[in-house]
């Protein structure tokens, strides 16, 4: 009989405990382009899924992609760092009326870490560094393996308003030259689970202009684990022939 209360005790004791635990609040990297310096909690998951619409006429034969799935988890590898893994399902067609394409580009495989917590006005700094590597479907993937490397800054001003900032080089599996990435993002909380952003991000090619691009989203907090956004992109340079839609989840898996 001891025996039986003692093992309900200790069952009680841990019940007790894991009741009392406080699940972490999720922390997305959707949506925008512009990423913060925040990564996974040690061991938690986040998967990240989304849908988009763009439409691109900039160019002599102008086309329509659907991003039918959108897919990113994040694993908290340590306090610090986390690893990612990306890919996309796309559907594109040209102006022209030829047959829609649909299959799987590149795979995209990385890793994100915060490497200064910040201090006042200092900002908190973080490194992400990423590999798409051409395993799709021919007609989207890149020729040669494309790696990205970003600088992330970010101040949290207060509660409700933070500024992140990126600058950084990616190569497009073409080309061994590489462009140059600079952009910024404000955001701010309207309510605890209601929080909207504008952001800035231009990508600099050597010999060509800029491509210049302004996106604004909300994204709202549905559980501590769940959120929805709702996001748009511009071109600055053509605004009448390129804009995208997005809509997207985001869930911390336990």
């Known amino acids: ?54 439409r691109d006429y900039r160019g002599i034969e102008g086309s329509t992609t659907l991003t039918l799935d959108n897919t990113m988890l994040r694993y908290g590898l340590s306090e610090n760092a986390e690893l990612r893994l990306s890919t996309e399902l796309l559907m594109s067609g040209h102006e022209g009326g030829f047959e829609p394409t649909v299959g799987f580009p590149d795979l995209v495989v990385g890793a994100k870490i915060k490497m200064y917590e910040g201090n006042g006005i200092l900002p908190s700094i973080g490194l992400l560094a990423e590999m798409a590597l051409p395993v799709g479907a021919t007609e989207f993937r890149v020729a040669h393996t494309a790696p990205s490397l970003y600088l992330l800054f970010q101040n949290d001003i207060s509660d409700r308003f933070s500024i992140c900032y990126n600058v950084g080089g990616l190569w497009d599996g073409e080309s061994a030259v590489p462009s140059a990435f600079a952009g910024i993002s404000l955001g701010y909380s309207f309510l605890d ?26 994204a709202w907090l549905v559980t501590r684990r769940l959120q929805l956004d709702l996001s748009s992109d511009f071109n600055l340079n053509d605004y009448n022939h390129y804009n995208l839609v997005s809509f997207g989840v985001a869930w911390m898996i336990n």
């Open 193 to 218: 689970n209601l929080s909207a952003y504008i952001e800035n991000y231009n990508v600099f090619a050597k010999g060509e202009d800029p491509d210049c691009f302004l996106g604004l989203g909300l």
């Open 1 to 54: 009989m001891r025996r039986i209360v003692l093992l309900s005790g200790i069952m009680l004791s841990f019940i007790c405990c894991f009741a009392q635990e406080e699940l972490p609040t999720i922390v997305a990297d959707r949506p925008g382009v512009i990423w913060g310096t925040d990564v996974m909690p040690l061991h938690k998951v986040n998967w990240e899924n989304g849908l988009a619409w763009e």
